[in-house]
Each structure stands twice: as C-alpha cells, then as structure tokens.
C-alpha cells in the first residue's frame, strides 16, 4: 500500500498538549492502520519517556534519545519497536522530528505554564 | 594588517507569535510589525551585522545548550495552523548559516565549563518568524533557549559576547519571547487595552527594569505574579542578554498587550562596557 501524505490541518498528526505536558504523533503504517506516540516526559538529560500504541491497543513505553528515531521525508521509525513504520506528512514529521530534538511547539491545548 | 576586532553590535528581546508573518504578509502597519522591519533594516543597513546569533523561546531542551553548526538553516512548522481556534497560515523561511561562529561558540562555552554541544535543528517558528518579518538575508546562528538556571544563561551570555569579540565579526543576539506567555487566556478579538491585571503589572515590572539596566532583578518579582504571568522561556532570554550586553538597559521599542494575556514587547540593548 502507498500512504499518500496530504496536509489535512483538521486533524493535526502531531499535537502538543500544555496542560498534560505530552506531545502527541499520529502515524500510518503501510497497511493503513494508525499508531500513536505519545511523548510523556523529557528527562534532565533531554533522554523521553514514549508511549507507542499499536492499531490492536498493544501499548509500548519506551525510554528513547532523540537518535533512537530515525526519520526520511515520509515515515518514522524507531528502535525497539520494531514492527513499526510509521508514515506522517512531512509537515507534521518534521515538526516531530523537531520536539524530539528539544523544541516545544506553541500548544494545540494551552495550559498555564509552559513548557 | 591587524586583524579587526569583533563586537556585538546590539542584542534585541523581541516577539515572536506567529501572527506577525501574518500581518506581515498583509501588508499590516502593526507597531510590532513595523519595529521588527525597522530593526531588521538597522541590522542590514545601519550595523553592517556580518551575522545574528538567535535564541529560540521554542527549542528548550534541558541537558545543555545546542548550537546548530549548518550552513544552511530550514524552517519547521511547530505552531497551529488554521482553520483551527488560533491557527495560522503555514510559513517556510530558509537562512544562511555560519558554521565558523557556531563552532567558535560551541569551543569556548564548553572552555568556560558550560553544558554546550552541537545539534543539527533548524529553525522553529521562535527564531524564523521575527527573521521572516525583520528580512534579514545575513547568516543566522541558531542556538537552544534551554531549560537551564538563570545564572548559566547569564554565563552564557557572556560567553557569546566574548566570542564574537575575539571573532573579527560584527554580530547582533537575537533572543525572542514574549513577558506574560497564558496562551490559555487568550483572546483572539480582545478589545484594545483588554488585558488582564496580573499580566499588565508582570510587564510593567519586568519593563521598568530591564529599562533601569536590572533585568537579572527580575528574579526578585513576586513569585505568584510571575507564576500567574508565565513568561515565555522563563525569561531566560532576558538573562542571556544581561550576561552579553554586560547589563545594558533595554530600550522599549514598543509595548502591545495582545489577546488579552500575551505580553508582547520589543526590548533593544547596546553592548555596554564591563
């Protein structure tokens, strides 16, 4: 199966939510189903802690760096986890991309604090 | 032929909302618009700046401070894009480095024992905006804001001014954020002057001192209205300049509550003897 990137601004594949404090990735894998990353908590030595939630409710936490993800144009993928390969719009992968290397986006949920 | 001498020409603290590309791009006569492209044309034009060493609000790690050595700097979206409450148009920008500056940075912060490493990152909208806006077209350093102590900030800071000194380059910090930062406030059609009153005392506080030459005493504000006001990057912007433009005072350039709850201000330093 081709999964063919189109920006779809209604439905954001990557979030970042100020109240919980956790970014959000919304990827496809080559079979059309959909994945979630859930960033959950960055580390003092800027190691994070990831929640992957596989199409079948299988849920992985994960203590990754950002060179456990490798990322092309169009997909995702990350080590440990395997099965995964997760295709997003480059909009939204860079933007991931960017939070796993220490960038804090203006948030899609505010809070009242940030980061 | 004796080798010139670098200096750092100015430091600026300025607003960073991805709104500004917007009125920008409308042709909009906005205070905060037309102070940015004024600034933008000072740096060019006026300073003759060879370079701009930017401090994104938005890249904040926490184990050090980065600095991107690329040649070439591209942007990232990393704001809400419309039709969504808040949303904005999507904006790209892409910049010039200047790896020499960046390695020279890189080199002396960790000879001065702080936490500096390179990272590869590019531009988020923290540093690309008020870049977009100002036009400038010369080579951007890019560095990390960090979630690091104000008073390694203010090392730092004196850091990069001692680089820039002994680098031959004439160059210009540009550390973006806003004062009070409650995006959770906000409202987008506020009326003028609508603000709400914590955030209009938080500002004026910071304002009247970094205009006495005491931003590093904005430590000593109440800690519940700064709690309540929630300044962007902590105002660890703030305390990077003090630490490179010695504790220069700031000059207002222009003062916008905006949306109710966003403290949008325009700060310029010179470089002051220390």
Redesign the interface.
């Known amino acids: 199966m081709n999964v063919t990137a189109s920006?779809d601004?209604?439905n954001?594949q990557f979030i970042y939510d100020?109240?919980r404090k956790v970014g959000t990735g919304r990827a496809t894998d080559p079979l059309g189903r959909q994945w979630l990353i859930e960033f959950t908590g960055?580390?003092?030595?800027?190691s994070m802690q990831v929640r992957i939630i596989s199409p079948e409710d299988r849920t992985q936490e994960l203590l990754v760096t950002e060179e456990d993800f490798h990322f092309s144009d169009n997909k995702v993928r990350i080590k440990g986890v395997d099965d995964f390969i997760g295709f997003m719009h480059p909009?939204?992968l860079?933007?991931m991309?960017?939070f796993t290397?220490?960038?804090?986006?203006?948030?899609?949920i505010?809070?009242?604090?940030?980061? | 032929m004796t080798p010139s001498t670098g200096e750092l020409l100015k430091s600026y603290f300025v607003p960073n909302g991805?709104y500004l590309m917007e009125l920008a791009e409308d042709g909009s006569d906005a205070e905060q618009v037309k102070v940015l492209q004024a600034i933008g044309k000072a740096i060019e034009q006026d300073l003759k700046a060879d370079a701009i060493i930017v401090a994104s609000p938005?890249?904040?790690?926490?184990?050090?401070f980065?600095v991107d050595c690329g040649s070439i700097h591209e942007s990232?979206?990393?704001?809400?894009?419309?039709?969504?409450p808040f949303?904005r148009r999507?904006f790209t920008h892409v910049m010039p480095g200047h790896p020499e500056l960046a390695k020279a940075l890189i080199s002396a912060g960790q000879q001065a024992g702080l936490p500096v490493k390179e990272?590869?990152?590019?531009l988020?909208?923290g540093a690309f905006c008020p870049l977009k806006v100002m036009g400038v077209r010369i080579p951007v350093v890019p560095i990390?804001m960090?979630?690091r102590s104000h008073e390694e900030c203010v090392q730092w800071g004196k850091v990069i001014r001692k680089t820039v000194e002994e680098s031959g380059l004439r160059v210009v910090l540009l550390a973006p954020g806003n004062l009070t930062?409650?995006?959770?406030l906000?409202i987008e059609k506020a009326k003028k002057d609508e603000y709400f009153g914590d955030g209009r005392r938080f500002d004026r506080e910071v304002c009247d001192l970094v205009a006495a030459g005491r931003s590093r005493d904005v430590d000593k504000i109440d800690p519940a209205l700064w709690?309540a006001a929630?300044p962007?990057?902590n105002l660890c912007n703030l305390f990077m300049i003090a630490g490179a433009s010695g504790d220069a005072p700031g000059s207002i350039l222009q003062y916008h509550g905006a949306i109710y709850s966003v403290g949008d201000v325009t700060f310029a330093f010179d470089t002051v003897a220390v």
Do not use: C
């Open positions: 920006l601004t209604m954001p100020a109240l960055r580390n003092d030595d800027d909009v939204y860079k933007k991309r960017g290397r220490g960038n804090i986006p203006t948030p899609d505010a809070g009242p604090t940030l980061p | 991805s938005h890249w904040l790690p926490k184990s050090a980065f990232f979206h990393d704001y809400v894009l419309r039709p969504a949303g999507f990272k590869t990152y590019g988020d909208h990390s960090s979630q930062h409650r995006l959770d906000r709690a929630a962007e990057a």
